[in-house]
């Protein structure tokens, strides 16, 4: 699936917060959280723009090339509503398996800024996948406290959706367009998960350890992190923007009171899974795909 840089694209149309009674599973806000980062002896000015840097080769790029995408959109002659998203696109389709190799390839280079990520916390001090909680250390609990994100996120998700197309705000979104061999689905769950691991290394481990670091507290680093997220979701349309913005608030604040991105990896793959498959099923079949 590529954005308009070429890159792939990075979410699905779910990303909005709601009430759900798996709600209840999640840290409630009177906890008292895990420490938070620990200090750096690096300036403030270091860590801002080293933040800044790897946004620029990573999902801040993808934003400002959305941005031009979602004005591309506006200045044409067709409405909004009437337009299409095609994400998960296939480049080769008369050649399957130069376009499996594309597709694999795409998956590897995006998840260089994560590795890169982790590494400059880690120059801090060792172990920075531990301390951001983006290791196998709780498996179990990683994957029900993300079974419930998921449910939270992605049911009021498909109604914003839904509301944002009604009211023409938002294109329609194919959010599978690969030609159907038998890589198809492993692929799909592929891009789901690179597309996770990638939004809440980068958006949520590290850049709230930076900018914790650099002393912008705690909302600040939320409330930019998850503006820039839904920034890098415009190409969808406003619903995009902001649906994905109170998913990343959402994010951010349960990575505040547990200290733990596993959680937030397997809610977000849930839910471009079940938008990638999905739609891959079911397109062609129901008449509000």
Avoid: C
């Avoid at 939320?222 to 902001?242: K, M, P």
């Amino acid at each position: 699936m590529s954005d308009p840089a070429g890159r792939p694209v990075r979410a699905a149309p779910t990303g909005s917060l709601g009430t759900s009674t798996a709600a209840a599973s999640l840290p409630s806000s009177g906890q008292v959280g895990p420490p938070g980062p620990g200090p750096s002896d690096r300036p403030r000015r270091a860590l801002v723009t080293e933040t800044v840097l790897v946004l620029g080769v990573s999902l801040g790029a993808s934003a400002v090339y959305s941005v031009l995408s979602l004005i591309d959109k506006l200045t044409l002659p067709v409405a909004l509503s009437k337009q299409t998203t095609a994400m998960n696109s296939s480049v080769t389709p008369d050649r399957p398996w130069l376009d499996l190799t594309y597709k694999l390839v795409q998956i590897l280079i995006a998840l260089v800024p994560v590795a890169l990520a982790v590494h400059l916390l880690d120059r801090d001090a060792p172990g920075a996948v531990h301390r951001i909680g983006v290791d196998l250390r709780r498996p179990w609990s990683d994957l029900w406290r993300g079974a419930a994100l998921a449910a939270v996120v992605g049911i009021p998700g498909l109604g914003l959706y839904a509301a944002a197309r009604a009211f023409g705000v938002n294109t329609t979104v194919a959010a599978a367009n690969l030609t159907d061999q038998w890589w198809t689905i492993p692929v799909l769950v592929l891009a789901a998960a690179e597309n996770a691991v990638l939004e809440e290394v980068v958006m949520i481990g590290y850049l709230l350890t930076r900018w914790r670091q650099a002393g912008w507290g705690t909302w600040g680093p939320i409330l930019v992190s998850a503006t820039i997220r839904g920034s890098y979701h415009l190409y969808q349309g406003f619903g995009g923007f902001v649906g994905n913005l109170v998913m990343g608030a959402l994010f951010g604040w349960v990575y505040t009171r547990t200290r733990r991105v596993g959680p937030l990896i397997v809610a977000h793959t849930l839910l471009d899974v079940v938008a990638f498959v999905g739609y891959s099923l079911l397109h062609g079949h129901v008449s509000w795909l």
